[in-house]
């Protein structure tokens, strides 16, 4: 559950444009997405809203509000927060990218990328790498999104305890220790 947050850095990495620009994460309308399997067959979306960050040339950095999880069940949410996340208020996710690889891309048109970047979490620094899909929306407007599904394990994040935990009071048979991952993420140009 905790590889929802790597998602949504893998995403940030797709700011295209010109040099000395900065970027924005376009909070509103950029979505981050996990599954998890529970007794193996029952699978659940979840997502967090609460998205923040930017790139330059060189540099992006997603930062996940993680009191912003939404499982669609209250009580979930509020043992997501207490008993996963610890009471951290945020993940983050960053990379060193070249953006200047994205200058030539006309409106409409796209590209993938690889994204090879570390999410910090939980007092470690995790690697994460997938392949990202990157459209130019506009002059000052584009869209990054995962353009393969991403895996990340409970042990990879330091979270197994915590997913026991998890199914013992939710009295479950299982929980899955790898979720899937979907991040979109619009930026939008800043100067």
Known sequence: MKSTIMAIALASITATAAHADTWVLNS????????????????????FSGLTGGATDTAVTVSIDLASVQTNIDIRNERMREHVFGGLLTADLSADVDLAQFDTLAIGESATTEFDGTLSFLGDDVSVFTKLFVMRLGDDSVMVTTNDMMFLATDELGIDASIDTLQELASLDGIARATPIT???????AN
């Open 28 to 47: 509103d309308a950029s979505h981050l997405a996990f599954g998890s399997i529970k007794n193996d067959y029952t699978a659940e979306v979840h997502s």
């Open 183 to 189: 991040a979109r993420f619009i930026f939008t140009r």
